[in-house]
């Protein structure tokens, strides 16, 4: 207890702590892989700068970046803490906040209006490393019968946004694109009591990708040469060889509509709409009971 995030959150009087919010047990086993690492950690809202004594006593090695639009918070920068003045509601500063910072953590702890976090967040996400963490905290504020008091410009409020895109990484084909873009960047969604936790995708390792292929050339199965196919174009962006490994599996097994289906499932993805649908025709004539193969032949119709 006495080295763990809750602790040194008691001992600097944060409200995050189990007296109060609760939220640093979920931090904890959250950023557990930062905690020795020379990151950035981001947080938006600094108030008494509670929070901002936390995180650089917890995080060995961070730089923690406060950022308030009351320019007395000043004072509170010292050592691995500095201080911004700026405003979550000003799109431009925190667009340039982001390129600048380029953070690993952002905590968005701010004003609380539904407006300022869903612009902060829309702004700052895309400038978040590959494999940070976006948390927003105090959600709850957002419903019930003060929700109307936080609302600010919004016609929305946060939670419905984080269920949208969660919808969208758990379920691609979930119809609607308004959040796709968000989507793609996101490898999780952790929901807790108040608040959120996004975890952006990490980086692509070609190499990592490479040593899976020599196991596949060595199963020589025609299912994990079709599944190999995706995983390397998701991974890759290769397209060319993505489309040779499924053809492989096709080669192999050239009954099975799955891998006719999983070819026409990227080709789409490879903005090929009308190699997609050849595809998706053939693995239809494999499987002609098949009624979701005839949805997507249709759907792919409609977009030629």
């Known amino acids: 207890m006495e080295n763990s995030l ?9 409200d995050k702590s189990s007296l109060n919010h609760d939220y640093l047990r979920h931090y904890e086993r959250i950023l557990e892989p930062f905690r020795s690492e020379p990151i ?15 995180w650089s006593s917890y995080l060995e090695k961070a730089l923690v970046v406060g950022v308030d639009i009351r320019p007395e918070c000043a004072q509170y920068a010292g050592g691995r803490r500095e201080v911004e003045i700026g405003s979550q509601a000003d799109k431009e500063y925190l667009a340039d906040l982001g390129r600048r910072r380029q953070p690993h953590v952002i905590v968005d702890d701010g004003s609380h209006q539904a407006d300022h976090v869903i612009l902060t967040f829309r702004t700052l996400y895309p400038h978040l490393r590959p494999g940070g963490i976006y948390i927003v905290e105090d959600m709850h504020f957002h419903a019930g019968a003060g929700a109307a008091h936080w609302r600010g410009s919004s016609d929305a409020v946060p939670q419905d946004l984080f269920l949208r895109i969660a919808r969208l990484v758990s379920c691609p084909e979930t119809e609607g694109d308004e959040e796709r873009g968000l989507a793609r960047m996101t490898d999780s969604i952790e929901f807790f009591w108040g608040g959120v936790a996004v975890r952006k995708r990490p980086t692509k390792n070609r190499a990592d990708v490479a040593v899976r292929r020599g196991l596949v050339e060595r199963a020589n199965q025609p299912k994990i040469w079709s599944w190999y196919a995706l995983h390397a ?3 890759t962006g290769d397209l060319a060889e993505a489309v040779e490994c499924v053809r492989r599996a096709i080669d192999l097994e050239p009954k099975n509509p799955e891998h006719q289906d999983m070819l026409s499932v990227i080709l789409e993805h490879g903005s090929d709409p009308a190699g997609a649908l050849v595809a998706a ?3 239809s004539r494999l499987n002609p009971a098949d009624n979701r193969l005839k949805a997507r032949v249709a759907a792919l119709r409609s977009r030629i």
Do not use: C
């Open 6 to 14: 809750d602790a040194y959150g008691i001992l600097n009087g944060t």
């Open 233 to 235: 174009f998701n991974n």
């Open 40 to 54: 950035t950690l981001l947080e938006i809202g600094i108030f008494h700068g509670a929070s901002l004594n936390m």
């Open 281 to 283: 025709e053939d693995a």
